[in-house]
């Protein structure tokens, strides 16, 4: 091989990588967007879900399963019928969480934990997979698997709280979630299952109340 020749194939070795890094950035990306302009479209979302919460260091998984809402305004609620005394509403500012028939109101404008939560739910049934990543220090990888496109964020950094990873499931006729994996630094991983679903131009506003104290 000649001097020219060898220098012309080094530099064609050294390139190939890059190009196909390119085009495997650009069909990321053309995912995200899909995903995320479909989803701008979609007023609300109505769904039934099941939940598995895997607690690693007790060694146990909690099932759960109920009714799903979610308005673009950034509303959303998770009506639980078993157990039936759990709920969930994210309303504006106001995040109220019911476990074990104890239910606690919080202020997202102050309480930066669940801020962080309610915006990760709120953008990942929006679509808003960036949003999601940037807000959580993560690297995006998305693919199209089986009929699918499957979103995977991992976080940069080990941290104390947040998530380590978060996979997203978008149906690729629609671009709506239809499942949720999410991994905490603490050893719990929840996993959030969607069918039935429905999208409309609104859900009655009681499904967003905020019980009273």
Known sequence: MTDM??????????LLPLFFCGRAEAAENAILTKVKSANAAVKTIESAFTQSRTIKAAGRTIKSSGT??????????????????????????????????HGSTFDTSKNALMRDLSSTLLNCLGGKVQEVADANNASV????????????????????K??????????????????????????????????????????SADKFAIPAK
């Open 141 to 160: 990888c998305a693919e199209e698997v089986s009929g699918t496109y499957l979103v995977t964020l991992k976080a940069r950094k080990v941290a104390t």
């Open 5 to 14: 020749k060898r220098f012309i194939f080094i530099i064609f070795s050294l």
């Open 68 to 101: 799903l809402y979610y308005d673009v305004t950034g509303k959303m609620s998770m009506f639980y019928d078993a157990p039936s005394s759990d709920l969930l509403v994210i309303n504006g500012t106001s995040f109220y969480m019911k476990r074990g028939g």
């Open 162 to 203: 947040g998530y380590s990873r978060i996979v997203l499931t978008y149906r690729k006729s629609d671009c709506l979630l239809v499942k949720m994996q999410m991994d905490e630094f603490g050893g719990i991983s929840t996993i959030y299952s969607m069918s039935g679903i429905k999208t409309g131009s609104g859900v």
